[in-house]
């Protein structure tokens, strides 16, 4: 079927099907072709009669804190997507108990609703449960009595739901989508138990995904203990007397910026470096502790590119990136090898800013390409295996420290000397190993997490297609 065109003019039934909008979106974008292939489908049903609701939160006066004993974790429209909820944001347990819509809870399908970026779906996972949600999320709870969780999750957000999602949205400068608009979204149904082997093995994928968050966390922890500063776990950094007033009385070359003289940062540095430790530079002698090269983006397909992968999107559950094509010169410069620690090494100093927050590439994501925006790390001793240095590199502590190393203007850097001196705890040996192979098993639960959603959405997409005939 041809799309709305100079030679295919929109048709008043077409008007009446998506509720006489008449701006062109619907019309003139893959929403309403996805729209007509699924009614191809032998048997579908509105979204509204397969859920419980679809809502948001609503505006709500947010007051902010970070006490964990008054706070609730808080999620923005762009946290949704991040792998590790570790570093969420808190709004005060008061603010949280004004609105009854704002927590969340596992197996609840999730799509931004609000800015350039409405109409991207996750799913509300484990580790989610009771925490507070933006009104920028539209919450997608499904009917259990009518279809698994899992397979509506799989179908909003594959090729064939979001192009439909997509369709519905609607402004100008600020874009939105309402609940009313999806709610009569086509959503295919199957016999023969496809929808509950797609919704086992979304199921699966959820639980491996907190199999990974609990293994890092864990092995960050371990880390500390095993270093005999468990004090540093539980950091407060903003419950630390503020960096007022203080006086530097033989400042080096080095720098003569404030922020590099942090009292606050300087006393956790000490702290770190009265246990048995060494140098992140001594440690990557040999390895790597460099920033990526720069290179020219020139798009292309999936087909004959790679995806390149931006400082915020490294974080993601699975980052949609950009394909480019590159250079055998500039591929050599924008990939990594395996169990490479990344950090965000480029932004400003907001605190739900990427900035000095690290990532690890391992596996699958060796594929991808990353931004020059992001320090390699890589150790050069291998009786400091490079998952422990993650476990370190992605802790509270260590990212205090790397912000107090800020250099430039607006978009800070990492100064190059300061990083090096980064005290690392050295632990022992046995430490180091056991440590290392916490890290490893976590990531090899999120990969099988991302092969089982593969095969998720390979299996709907199998079963659309072979009903669409």
């Known amino acids: 079927m041809k799309l709305a065109s100079p030679d295919n003019p929109v048709q008043a039934s077409w008007l009446a099907e998506q509720g006489f909008r008449l701006d062109p979106g619907p019309y003139v974008s893959d929403a309403y072709a996805a729209r007509k292939y699924l009614h191809r489908m032998p048997h579908s049903e509105p979204l509204h009669s397969v859920t419980a609701r679809v809502f948001h939160a609503g505006r709500v006066t947010r007051e902010w804190t970070t006490d964990p004993a008054h706070g609730v974790p808080f999620l923005g429209s762009a946290d949704i997507f991040e792998a590790d909820l570790a570093n969420l944001p808190m709004i005060t347990k008061r603010s949280f108990e004004k609105n009854p819509k704002l927590p969340l809870e596992p197996g609840w399908t999730l799509v931004t609703r609000s800015g350039m970026t409405a109409g991207r779906v996750t799913y509300a996972r484990l580790s989610m449960a009771g925490a507070a949600c933006s009104e920028d999320v539209l919450r997608v709870v499904p009917d259990l009595a009518r279809i698994p969780a899992g397979y509506l999750y799989t179908f909003l957000a594959s090729p064939f739901g979001i192009p439909v999602i997509k369709g519905g949205i609607y402004g100008t400068s600020v874009k939105h989508i309402e609940p009313s608009h999806i709610a009569d979204l086509p959503v295919p149904r199957f016999g023969g138990g496809v929808e509950q082997r797609i919704d086992a093995l979304i199921t699966e994928a959820m639980q491996l995904r907190q199999h990974y968050e609990d293994g890092v966390r864990e092995a960050t922890r371990d880390l500390f203990v095993s270093a005999s500063i468990p004090e540093l776990l539980d950091l407060r950094w ?210 099988d997490a991302d092969r089982k959603e593969d095969e998720a959405f390979a299996l709907l997409d199998k079963a659309v297609r072979e009903a669409a005939r």
């Open 238 to 447: 903003h419950d630390r007397e503020r960096d007022l007033g203080f006086t530097i009385e033989r400042p080096t070359a080095l720098s003569l910026r404030a922020l590099n003289y942090s009292p606050r940062a300087r006393r956790l540095h000490d702290l770190i470096s009265q246990v048995p430790h060494r140098t992140l530079g001594d440690i990557c002698a040999g390895g790597l502790l460099a920033r990526g090269g720069r290179f020219k983006r020139v798009d292309s397909d999936k087909n004959h590119g790679i995806k390149l992968i931006n400082q915020r999107q490294g974080f993601w559950v699975r980052p949609e990136g950009r394909w480019i094509s590159l250079s055998e010169k500039d591929l050599n410069e924008t990939t990594v090898n395996d169990e490479t620690s990344l950090v965000a090494a480029t932004g400003t100093l907001g605190e739900t800013e990427a900035f000095c927050r690290a990532i690890f590439v391992t596996a699958g994501w060796t594929k991808n390409a990353y931004s020059d925006h992001f320090l390699r790390i890589k150790s050069g001793d291998t009786s400091f295996p490079d998952p422990y240095l993650f476990a370190y590199l992605r802790s509270e502590p260590v990212f205090r420290l790397l912000r107090s190393m800020g250099a430039g203007g607006k978009q800070q850097d990492i100064h190059p000397i300061l990083r090096a001196a980064l005290p690392v705890p050295a632990c022992t040996a046995a430490d180091r190993e056991r440590i290392a192979g916490v890290v490893r098993q976590a990531y090899r639960d999120r990969d």
